[in-house]
Nanobody, 114 residues
């Protein structure tokens, strides 16, 4: 089955930026809609952004205007550019399909703190 490996997280100050990457295994990546999820301690996992195989994007209201999702099919990779980060963005970030998720990776920790 397809596997996802997330990277790029870290500790940043409020107002800072990070770019997350997700590399997917397999040869069907270009046909998949993809999304970024996040889960903060004690909270439900939520979808914050998605991108279709054709490049159409969706953003949750809490991140719209600050985050940008993109993909590079030649590299089997989805990116999440995060700007103007807030403490409320602190979470473990995962990539997966926005509908009918497949196997979950380990995620990458994003911590926004001064």
């Amino acid at each position: 089955q397809v596997q996802f490996v997330e990277s790029g997280g870290g500790l940043v100050q409020p107002g800072g930026s990070l770019r997350l990457s997700c590399v997917a295994s397999g040869s069907i990546f270009s046909f998949l809609d993809m999304g970024w999820y996040r889960q903060a301690p004690g909270k439900q996992r939520e979808l914050v952004a998605s991108i279709t195989s054709g490049g159409s994007t969706y953003y949750a209201g809490s991140v719209k205007g600050r985050f940008t999702i993109s993909r590079d099919n030649a590299k089997n990779t989805v990116y999440l550019q995060m700007n103007s980060l807030k403490p409320e963005d602190t979470a473990v970030y995962y990539c997966n399909r926005p509908v009918a998720p497949l196997g979950w990776g380990q995620g990458t920790q994003v911590t926004v703190s001064s």
